[in-house]
């Protein structure tokens, strides 16, 4: 017979949340409680009986709660196959009972990190009996029942009123099946810490991480968020999963407050917005508005509205239907002019009144706010999946200052060329290889992305920025005296003549190339100021 009636249960609980109701519940249906530490206290201080593990196994719980639950008394009850004759022996033997319902869930390891917690903390909330206990019970799932998350309370006792005190095979099979998931994603989060924790917390140290940034195995840990209507298409299917470490900040952790339920492409479009308007966070107020994961705008003004303005006369083509981000609190005025046109999503840390009542009109459009912004630099992997594996790398937490520069030409740049160019270097750095950027007074002025050449996708800039004046009734381009920046290096001198036909007045690049000199001087004979980065920022 599948059912299994639970007559014995042990709780050894962490999250103490719903565990009294729960074991209220068991003790009605003559279950007899069984409880370890503060889960045993909280059940009897509600009036409910409850014999300590310690009248099990026969031994106090010792060494700070490190030995309490590891004991045969108490794996043996957990392990043993009821229908074979020789388990059943040995319980005989040695008074063994059978514990048939084990309700656990696991030391705070991963709030413990997230929190800042010293090493000897983090330490102590390495959980060594409770995950033994859960992969004893969920291997002999035919006939223990083993229950992890306080989420499942209401369906373990749905479970036993439907089937008069007794679990299906089913519902073990699955639970047993979760439990599993569980101590390996718990597994995980302690490797990940030993191999990836920060400099104050990993006992590896910082000067150990760094000669070994990889591990020879990979564990990962995340869990269901939610599943999504389709994919990047309607025949994919997709969902949204999330780190089991605690205090993962970005789209799916933010409060949506209004709108459709996000779709792939959105997760993906608005991951791209709030990376791209980070780089601008603590800074005047900026808009990054994204379409297809390519920045199509951006803006920095001294006021939120005058930079929406900005950020959309330099593709309002491409900004219908897109995203957009901004690195301060929406305000009325800029959520009124964002809703005049088709918006998807908009993402901000906070919005007032005044933008809530504004956007609640376009019932639509999917509205976040997060706490705070995550940190452009943050450390961190990025992971991409391929045919037969899996690429790993860290984060491009590159960041360039006026002080990096390095003027090759023989004009020097003037304090606004090299605002300008250190403007279009953060844009660049999320537009799609190969990337070219103008950029004139805190504003795109042209994005020409993903193209096979640079040549190519600087005159697609410049073509949009020709558009942009055009319906902006501008009498010129604001790509002259601008700033080019190039994702990386120029290879031919075609790159300085796409400057000079745009009319930008300097050059934002990465250097390194072969024919640098070729380039130097093609800048210099053209009267253009031009300034290396050494560094590049690839987007694929």
């Known amino acids: 017979m599948s059912n299994v009636t639970i007559k014995r249960a042990l709780l050894s609980v962490s999250d103490k949340t719903g565990v009294v109701d729960l ?6 249906k003559d279950v007899e409680l069984v409880s370890t530490g503060g889960t045993a206290k909280a059940i009897r201080d509600a009036g409910l009986p409850v014999k300590d593990i310690s009248e099990i196994t026969g031994f106090p719980e010792m060494m700070d709660g490190r030995v309490k639950t590891l004991h045969p008394m108490v794996h043996g009850g957990l392990l043993a196959v009821r229908d074979n004759d020789a388990h059943v022996a040995a319980m005989t033997e040695h008074g063994i009972g059978a514990i048939d319902l084990l309700v656990v869930n696991l030391y705070p390891f991963e709030q413990t990190v997230a929190r800042g917690g010293c090493r000897d903390e983090v330490i102590e909330n390495i959980d060594i009996g409770g995950p033994a206990m859960v992969r004893s019970s969920a291997k002999n799932h035919a006939f223990v029942t083993i229950v992890t998350d306080p989420a499942d309370y209401d369906e373990l006792l749905a479970e036993l009123d439907s089937l008069d005190g007794a679990t299906s095979l089913a519902f073990r099979t699955r639970m047993a099946g979760k439990a599993y998931a569980r101590t390996a994603s718990y597994d995980a989060a302690i490797a990940n810490w030993f191999a990836f924790g920060d400099a104050f917390t990993n006992p590896l140290g910082p000067e150990a991480l760094k000669a070994t940034p990889f591990v020879d195995k990979l564990p990962l840990a995340f869990s269901l968020k939610d599943t999504l209507r389709y994919g990047e298409n309607p025949h994919q299917q997709a969902a949204v999963y999330v780190p089991q470490a605690v205090g993962a900040q970005g789209i799916p952790q933010a409060e949506q407050l209004q709108g459709k339920e996000l779709s792939y ?7 791209a917005a709030l990376e791209l308007v980070s780089e601008f966070a603590g800074g005047d107020p900026a808009v990054a508005i994204i379409k297809h994961a390519n920045p199509c705008g951006v803006a920095q003004c001294p006021t939120l509205l005058e930079a929406w303005q900005s950020a959309l006369a330099c593709d309002s083509v491409s900004a219908f239907g897109g995203i957009v981000a901004t690195n301060v609190p929406l305000d009325g005025p800029t959520a009124e002019a964002i809703c005049e046109i088709f918006t998807e999503v908009v993402i901000a840390p906070g919005a007032d009144d005044a933008a809530r009542a504004a956007f609640a009109a376009k019932k639509n459009l999917r509205l976040l706010l997060l706490d705070r912004l995550p940190a452009a630099s943050r450390p961190g992997f990025q992971m991409k999946t391929i045919a037969g594996g899996l690429l790993l790398q860290s984060r491009d937490n590159g960041d360039i200052g006026a002080e990096d520069l ?30 070219i950027v103008f950029a004139k007074d805190g504003s795109t002025a042209g994005i020409g992305a993903g193209q096979m050449n640079r040549r190519d996708s600087g005159r697609i800039a410049a073509v949009r920025a020709r558009e942009a004046a055009e319906t902006a009734g501008w009498s010129e381009s604001r790509t002259v005296g601008s700033a080019m920046a190039s994702d990386a290096f120029l290879p031919f001198a075609d790159g300085i003549e796409v400057a000079l036909d745009a009319g930008a007045s300097v050059v934002i690049q990465p250097g390194g190339a072969m024919r640098d000199e070729e380039v130097i001087k093609a800048a210099d004979e053209a009267g253009l100021a031009m300034v290396f980065t050494g560094m590049r920022h690839f987007r694929h």
């Open 23 to 28: 074991a209220r519940a068991l003790a009605d």
């Open 406 to 435: 390095k003027v090759v030409t023989k004009r020097q740049p003037s304090e606004q060329e090299l605002a300008d160019c250190l403007f279009a270097w953060k844009v660049a750095k999320h537009v799609k290889s190969n990337a």
């Open 265 to 271: 492409n959105n997760y993906n479009d608005a991951d």
